[in-house]
């Protein structure tokens, strides 16, 4: 019997098990919030890729028919009219694999996400 696979423990060797529908995708989302929060550190939560700078700021995830991008519900009540058009709940957004990734809108999401977390740190500090 095959030993049993792996689990990733980056977020490339992530992407590489993912559904191949969802690869391209998920290297765009992973490019996309690197690029909107340059200094926050990437690894896997809960067994998919999330991004922090002082405490989690996003977490993203493949699945068969989209793309799971959770970035708490601060950013999703903040951009609820954005958001209109894809299926979210309280604290995720769906976004399907068969339309382009909104990028604006997630780079928007994910400087939302870094300005709150500047904030609530400095207020820690204070």
Not at 10 to 30: D, F, G, N, S, W
Not at 35 to 59: C, D, F, Q, T
Not at 77 to 93: C, E, I, M, T, Y
Not at 110 to 123: G, Y
Request: with cysteine; net charge positive; charged share 30%.
């Amino acid at each position: 019997m095959p030993p049993p696979p792996s689990r990733p423990t980056t977020v490339p060797e992530y992407i590489k098990a993912a559904p191949k529908a969802a690869q391209k995708k998920l290297r765009e989302m992973r490019a996309c919030i690197r690029k909107a929060a340059p200094g926050a550190k990437e690894e896997l939560k809960w067994n998919m890729p999330a991004y922090s700078l002082h405490r989690i700021l996003v977490i993203f995830g493949g699945f068969k028919h989209h793309i799971g991008f959770f970035p708490t519900t601060s950013a999703v009540r903040a951009f609820a009219k954005d958001l209109k058009k894809f299926k979210h709940a309280k604290g995720s957004v769906q976004f399907p694999l068969d339309q382009p990734l909104p990028v604006g809108l997630i780079r928007r999401m994910v400087a939302f996400r870094v300005k709150e977390s500047l904030k609530a740190d400095k207020k820690w500090r204070t």
